[in-house]
């Protein structure tokens, strides 16, 4: 599903999917979570992303009732976490999903269909996983891709509206990767809510609608993948300087530091389109060159500086 067919769907439901208030969590002397306020409405796509040790796996944890918390008020689809989790309004895909050996999946899945009240029907899990074909396959018989998308066939069973993901495509390859996406995709198009975590900066901006930076338990910064790279700016523009006064740059609409490096001048910008648009009325777009800008870069200016945990 393309970026824009997911962003224009309409929501099904509309409400809050998850609420973290002033949310603390600390081990001993090390603050994991410290004073985290979140809100994500039903309906929506939203990627955690943070250096490790940021406090990802915590916040998720506690989110799903596994953990509790010290401070602060958690949410979950306006219900006590653990309560919901229980009703099956609620599926997640951890890490360390182990799967039963010489069972089928569709046994699997009918399995953990058994252990809720109102299960979503075996066939629509089956193919929103894209597993009807595999379903007589052995659980042990699997690619990693395939076994990925049955765990998040399991995490569909309670029919949930809202599914929580802790790195759902770590160690896939870039195939297995964009099967499981569609999968999630044909999820949310139903107007579920969809949280996951991600190393995979390029992932998070191309199918969340919302990127959350996390560090040092607390948001650094909450947008989309444009806005994130937009708030921290940090483009370049460079041309060949010829004889040009290099001071006359600075004050160009967006610029925000001048450099020359031998017959180069690079000059920071806020505001790309702005700079170049500048630098063409003045004709000196010679050899021009634009880099940076990426959410890579975004996300290590967003972070640096934050990775270092202290117990005070
Ligand atoms: N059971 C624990 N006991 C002590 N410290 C812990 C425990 N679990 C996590 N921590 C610490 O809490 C902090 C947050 O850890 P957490 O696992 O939530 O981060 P994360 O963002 O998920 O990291 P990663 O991306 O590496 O998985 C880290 O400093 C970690 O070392």
Redesign the pocket.
Known sequence: MTQTARRSRTPLRTGSAVNFTNVT?S??D????AGLDLAIDRGETVA?L????????????MLLGLLANDGGRIELLGREPQEAVRAGQVGAMLQEGGLIPRVTIKELIEFMRGTYANPMPLAEILEIAQLTKLADRKADKLSGGQAQRVRFALALCGNPELIVL??PTAALDIQSRRDLWQTMAAYAARGNTLLF?T?YLEEADEYAERIVV?AQ?KVLADGTGAELKKSVGGKTVSIDLGDWDPDGFSRMPGVSQVEVRGARLHLNTVDADATVTALAQSGALRNIEVTGGGLEEAFISLTSGNNA?SGS
Request: avoid cysteine.
């Open positions: 969590k081990y001993g090390v603050h994991a979570v955690l943070g250096p490790n040790g940021a406090g990802k796996s915590t916040t998720i944890n802790d790195e975590s190393h996390i338990g945990r």
